[in-house]
């Protein structure tokens, strides 16, 4: 039983739920990449390992959102994301897992090497896949495609927002708040001072603060930045926080009643990169690193980024001796 449902019973009767991943996800002591910097305290969380047919960071989030699904009677889901979206991958391979279909609408992004191998396992899977220019683009062409699918079908098909960032999705990593205090309390890993995750549409971070909060531990979220600001900011950020904690406290009301704080929002705003998806030289020179120390691979979109934040962090400010993790939400399995 995953941890946040032995903690809150209720929210096990009452939420939507399929098992999907393999959990607990592995901590991993970063000691060559430790080495460089002069810090013995560099470890990873590995959500790359999430799943057997795939992994990342999207599958915590799927559990809720594809048991949602089939328990409102859903054939079909449909989802958004940019044209290599691991996301949108990740919802295709999982659906066609449960029997569902899965349609996902693509806006357009830079090119990498990735984008081509998660379209083609998105058509082995069985994906319907519509692409565009811009949301502008998506908007009427997708509206009337969902009004001829309920026409045809009698429903509309199961809807997950970009990233499975929603107050539902987000529960994926309020539970991994909880596994994470379990790895400590079992001293897999220290309490950590910070953690780094990448900040897209923000449902990992926002869920992670919660969890972490709520299971107790003082460890503060960094959240890097990946996607343009109109997506991912300190406003969409707390408003995501609260619905997401509404919906959980609806559920059950003796889940703790956390709190954040303006300052408690902490958001790296330098490793962007001016564009979703535009590779960037500090961040490739983080992919080769942590490749060539501990053999581990990440990409330029997401974790890449994230890792050359931390390194900045460790290497120009003086934080050597705080226990830094890593959480990894780049797919692993090939």
Known sequence: MIPIFEQYPLLK??????????FPTPIRHLKHLGKEFGSDY????????SGQIYGGNKIRKLEFLLGDALHKGAKEVLTFGFTGSNHALATTVYAQKLGLKSVSILLAQP???????????????????HHFKNERAAYIPTTIMLLRKKLKQGKFPYIIGPGGSSPLGAIGYVNAGFELKEQVVRGLVPEPDKVFVALGTMGTAVGLTIGLKAAGLKTRVVSVRVADVKYANKEKFVKLFEKTLALILSLDS???????????????QDFFGGQYARFTEQGMAAVKLLAKSEGIRLEGTYT??????????????????????????YNAID
Not at 14 to 21: K, M, S, T
Not at 42 to 49: N, Q, T
Not at 111 to 129: D, P, Q, T
Not at 258 to 268: C, F, N, Q, S
Request: net charge negative; proline share 3%; with cysteine.
């Open 111 to 129: 090119n990498a090497h990735y984008v081509r191998r998660n379209l083609l396992l998105s058509h082995v899977c069985g994906a319907e896949i």
């Open 304 to 329: 890449g980024k994230t890792m050359a934040a931390l390194i900045d962090q460790v290497r120009g400010h003086g934080i050597r001796n705080e226990v830094i993790l890593f959480w990894n939400t």
């Open 254 to 268: 003796s889940f703790p009643r956390v709190e954040i704080a303006d300052e408690e929002v902490d958001i790296r």
């Open 13 to 22: 009767e009452r939420l939507p739920y399929v098992q999907l991943g393999e």
């Open 42 to 49: 560099l470890y990873l969380k590995h959500d790359g390992l």
